[in-house]
């Protein structure tokens, strides 16, 4: 029902279009004889005429605009609801509209990216105004799924092997909860494997969310995966690299779709200087997780050690945009972008 209102719009854009003036349409060629200094020029003696026809041309202009806002509008509240990319304002500028209105869309639709600031001074550059590169930095991209759910006995022990801080896991144990009663014996681990006091008092204070039901044979399988990541964690931090990787290799066989687990895999693989299995490992963990900054940022460390730059940025961009209040991704990402840059 939709279609018929913005076909509507669209042949009113038309209509407009073709009726701008020929002068604004075309692009002027002497007439035999006349001088080569007034080629381009109104042959209108009138000046009053020529002002005249330079203010249609900037009012059909505007009605271009406003009727541009006017089909954005009319889209259906599905394309309507979906955030812009960076390719879409890039276009928006490029084509005109990064002005108010493009910022009033902005506004309405958000984006689906972090705009870090050589993308807005780009798009400054390009004749971007203030105000939407206001509406621009006041946006924010929308939280992906995975980044709501509480975080389980495994994540925690996948992400202090995994190049995450212990404050940092305990800053997501009090945004996110956790979906189990954690014991003194899983404290114990936790510690073990490098938690530290900020991180159990954060564990043992945290919003519990378990699952509506529970399956009692996958339940047992996931103990038997959190002892070899407990003990994988505790073996990477005494610098055993080789030994807690077969501790998160063994794990994988019991759970072989864990995104969180090859994100460690590939950050114990890099310590060993195994940047082909790493990157592998990393590919593996998006293949299960494709909004996992820890996946994206380490594929990011096996493709600058393998000396694709460009293939690196593409991967720290991603970790950034997922998670840009992480300091590691955010500085692998401003590193990389002035080298690539230069």
């Not at 002002?51 to 505007?62: D, E, F, P």
């Amino acid at each position: 029902m939709w279609r018929r209102p913005v076909v509507t719009i669209l042949l009113v854009l038309i209509a407009m279009i073709l009726a701008l003036p020929m002068r604004a349409q075309q692009k002027p060629v002497a007439p035999t004889g006349t001088r080569p200094d007034m080629v381009g020029r109104s042959t209108c003696a009138d000046p009053s005429l020529r002002s005249g026809q330079a203010r249609k041309v900037s009012a059909t202009a505007s009605a271009f605009r406003s009727v541009y806002a006017a089909v954005m509008l009319a889209l259906p509240m599905r394309a309507q609801e979906k955030p812009f990319t960076q390719e879409q304002l890039s276009n928006m500028v490029r084509d005109g509209f990064g002005d108010e209105s493009g910022a009033r869309l902005i506004e309405q639709r958000g984006i689906d990216f972090v705009p870090v600031e050589h993308f807005v001074q780009s798009l400054k550059a390009a004749g971007a105004s203030e105000a939407f590169l206001k509406a621009l930095r006041a946006a924010t991209p929308p939280e992906p799924a995975s980044a709501k759910k509480p975080l389980n006995q495994v994540q925690v022990f996948a992400l202090l092997a995994g190049q995450v801080s212990s404050h940092r896991v305990a800053m997501l144990v009090n945004e996110r909860g956790i979906d189990f009663e954690p014991q003194q014996d899983y404290l114990d681990e936790v510690r073990l494997g490098g938690g530290d006091d900020e991180l159990l008092a954060a564990l043992k204070s945290a919003k519990v969310m378990k699952p509506a039901t529970v399956d009692p044979a996958a339940q047992a399988r996931q103990a038997e995966v959190r002892r070899h990541v407990a003990r994988g964690a505790e073996l990477k931090r005494k610098n055993q690299y080789a030994e807690a990787e077969q501790e998160y290799r063994a794990a994988l066989l019991l759970d072989p779709r864990n995104a969180d687990l090859y994100v460690s895999l590939a950050y114990l693989l890099s310590l060993q200087n195994k940047w082909d299995d790493a990157a592998s490992a990393g590919r593996e963990a998006l293949r299960f997780d494709p909004n996992n900054g820890g996946a994206h940022n380490n594929l990011g460390v096996a493709l600058e050690k393998k000396g694709d730059l460009r293939g690196a940025l593409k991967q720290y961009r991603a970790a950034y945009m997922l998670d840009p209040k992480n300091a590691t991704y955010k500085q692998n990402y401003g590193r990389l972008s002035q080298q690539v840059k230069k």
